[in-house]
């Protein structure tokens, strides 16, 4: 009887450590700002440039020596153009970079009780075509739809503190995203202005060059990412302010979220059945602030 309680004691604990193991995210995904045009009749043009990070860590460093998680250290930037073609036909094309850190207080990839860093740069550029028009005759309220795809690179590096050259892994990627944007602008007056988007994209990994065994790439989702392709949900809201008298200066102040990709969560695998695997992440939220100008306008 006491071997049996002994028994069922080690198993409620072997239960109890695999529920609470920290998976530590990969991350295959960063909202970009929203390029939200503002656009009224043909031969209205927009360029705009925009810092974006984590407001709750842009500012702060981490400290590898401690033993806390730090998660979602993330700056960048965004450019920006958009052009009336006509009164209703637009053309759009931006670009982004992004530098991103997370510290993790273990390491899912082995069983040594160490820290793990995680740094991440992406860069993408898009190009976009659609329609604008007004809702409504007074004209306050404009609607958007705008489709187009983006191409780019991700790349990563998973470290451990203190050092280990055989845990050091790398992984990079060429990216690409096809997205619809539409968006519903809302002219206030002169002055303040309001852009509320949801963006659906499709994203996908190739020319994947990594130093992660079959296992690792099981355990972390990157698995997935060699023959998925990713749908996510994109919102964003921008508002932007003027000067009176400087109708073609404005600032910007957005707030851009992304979804996690939509795949399903798996308790193992096939391939691996004594491990559990885990889906890669976006990146689900980004502020941005910023300065958009309309060359031609002086008011």
């Known amino acids: 009887m006491k071997n049996h309680i002994q028994r069922l004691i080690a198993i409620n ?14 991350y295959i995904n960063s909202p970009s700002v929203h390029n939200a045009a503002f656009l009224r009749q043909q031969g209205d ?33 965004d450019g920006q153009v958009a052009v009336a073609v006509t ?8 670009g982004n970079y992004r530098d991103e850190k997370d510290h993790f207080k273990d390491d899912d990839l082995s069983n040594i009780d160490r820290k793990t860093d995680v740094r991440y740069n992406r860069h993408q550029f898009e190009l ?7 809702m409504g005759r007074s004209e306050k309220v404009y609607f958007n739809g705008v489709v187009g795809v983006g191409f780019g690179k991700m ?16 992984y990079e990627a060429n990216t690409l995203k096809y997205f619809f944007h539409p968006s519903f602008n809302f002219f206030f007056n002169d002055y303040m202005r309001m852009s509320i988007a949801p963006r659906f994209s499709l994203l996908r ?18 698995k997935d990412a060699r023959n998925k392709t990713f749908g996510l949900f994109e919102p964003s809201i921008l508002l932007q302010s003027g000067f009176k008298n400087n109708d073609w200066l404005k600032l910007d102040f957005g707030f851009n979220f ?20 885990y889906n890669v992440q976006s990146r689900n939220f980004l502020m941005s602030i910023g300065i958009s100008v309309y060359p031609g306008r002086r008011k």
């Not at 239960?15 to 990969?26: D, E, G, H, K, Q």
């Open 155 to 170: 790349s990563s590096t998973d470290a451990v503190n203190p050092a280990d050259v055989a845990r050091f892994k790398s």
């Open 45 to 77: 043009f927009k360029i705009s440039a925009a810092g974006a990070g984590n407001p709750a860590k842009i500012f702060s460093s981490i400290d590898n020596n401690d033993n806390d998680e730090s998660l979602g250290h993330s700056a960048g930037f």
């Open 205 to 222: 990994l190739n020319n994947i060059h990594t130093s992660y065994t079959d296992e690792e790439e099981v355990i972390l989702g990157y």
């Open 258 to 277: 992304a979804s996690d990709p939509f795949t399903s969560k798996k308790s193992g695998n096939s391939d691996y059945p004594d491990v559990d695997t």
């Open 128 to 134: 976009g075509a659609g329609f604008f028009t007004p």
């Open 13 to 26: 604990i072997a239960v109890i450590v695999l529920l609470t193991a920290c998976s530590n995210p990969r």
């Open 87 to 94: 009164n209703h036909f637009m053309l759009t094309a931006s």
